[in-house]
């Protein structure tokens, strides 16, 4: 799990534990709102959702990427 939030060379990434902490939230939302029937307004969920895309997004081109 501490490999996972260290970026390619090794280092902490702040990108990757934001990531990581906006997933556990969602599926958290996700959760609630399904077992709690709590409603949550859309403009979170999608606003969540878009930084877990956007995360993940940036944590593989960062994988693909050559180093220079």
Do not use: Q
């Amino acid at each position: 799990m501490s490999n996972f939030l260290n970026d390619v060379d090794g280092n902490r990434s702040s990108k990757r534990i934001i990531t990581f902490i906006a997933f556990i939230l969602v599926a958290l939302a996700f959760g609630v709102n399904v077992f709690k029937e709590i409603p949550l307004k859309e403009y979170v969920w999608e606003g969540m959702v878009g930084i877990v895309m956007v995360g993940l997004g940036a944590t593989a081109v960062e994988h693909f990427s050559k180093k220079i």
